[in-house]
Structures are given as C-alpha cells and as structure tokens.
C-alpha cells in the first residue's frame, strides 16, 4: 500500500466531522494526473459530480459538468487538460450544510497538507475561497484580495482563482489574466 493509499484509508476511517458530512465513498482522494507538477485543490465533493459519479469534473452519466466545461476553456491557456492533472479537495467527505465548511476544513487540513508532500507540485490552484483559505491559514478579509496573486507556501507556489462554476460573473472572465499569469509560471 503507497502513502496516498494509506491517506484514503485514514479518510475512510475518519469521524472527525461525524453527522456534518456524507463520507465520500470513492476509493481515493486524489485524483491522480500525469505528472504533479500542477495540482488543482477544490472545496469538497461535488454533490452531482466526483461524488456520485466516481469520475472527476463529470455527472452520473459522464456528461462534463458546467465547472468542469469553464475549467477547460482555462487550462486551454496553459495548454493543459483537467482530466490530466491532479486534483484533490480540501475537505475530503461531503459538507451536508455549507456553514459546516470551516470545521470541516480544520478538520481536513493535516490529511491535505500530507497528500501535498507526497505529490510535491510545483503550483497549486485553488478553486475559490474555501480552499486557499485552508492554505493561507485563513490570512485575509476579502477573497478579491488574494485572488489572481502567488503565494509561496512549504515551498509550492499558490495561486487562488475565483471558482470556475458558471454561476460566478468572475468564473471565466476574471480568471482569464490569472492564467495567463500562471502560462508564464509553469
């Protein structure tokens, strides 16, 4: 059994958020890319997608989903594919309540920082505010502050990007100058 295994099997076993999530009952959670040069870090399981459907950026009958379409449009600038690069979330079980979120974080934090040092990217994206909240230790006001800006962390490069779900005014647009920040970076 690897380390990351080992990680999943601590997940699974895990009771640290008790009734406030659903487990997540894939069998890892990493979804592991190409190379680990680049890692994507999300908030937690899609509800209608990893979660259900076992498949990364994908609904139960392996339709892309809407994020998962505006995510793509992005790495096209980087000329990368989201089905080929490491993803992982920050929170590893479902949250049954949003506000549920930060304890769920805390809670999560260790293992995601464990799963980092296996992976050891180069850059980091995090998907909206949640995760790069996580990661820069809750260390600002507003998430428009930090977004779009790079953060050495334990050696990686961060760089928060607004979510990419369709719902978002800033999902596409706004992240359009953050890659091409990050074509220059990797």
Known sequence: MNELEKIDKQVHNCSSCGEMVEKFMNSSTVYLGEDNDLVIIGEAPANNG?????????DINGKV??????LQKLFDIINR????????????CYPLERKNLKVCSKNCKHIMMKQLSILKPKVIITLGEAPTRILLNGDFKKFGDVV????????????????PSPVSPMSYKGNVPIFEKIKDLI
Request: aromatic content about 16%; overall charge positive.
């Open 65 to 70: 989903l809407p994020s998962g379409v505006v």
């Open 50 to 58: 990893w979660r259900k459907s076992h498949m990364l950026w994908k």
């Open 148 to 163: 779009g800006n790079i953060y050495e962390i334990d050696d990686y490069k961060v760089i928060p990007i607004y979510h």
């Open 81 to 92: 594919d989201i089905f080929k690069t490491t993803f992982l979330e920050a929170v590893k």
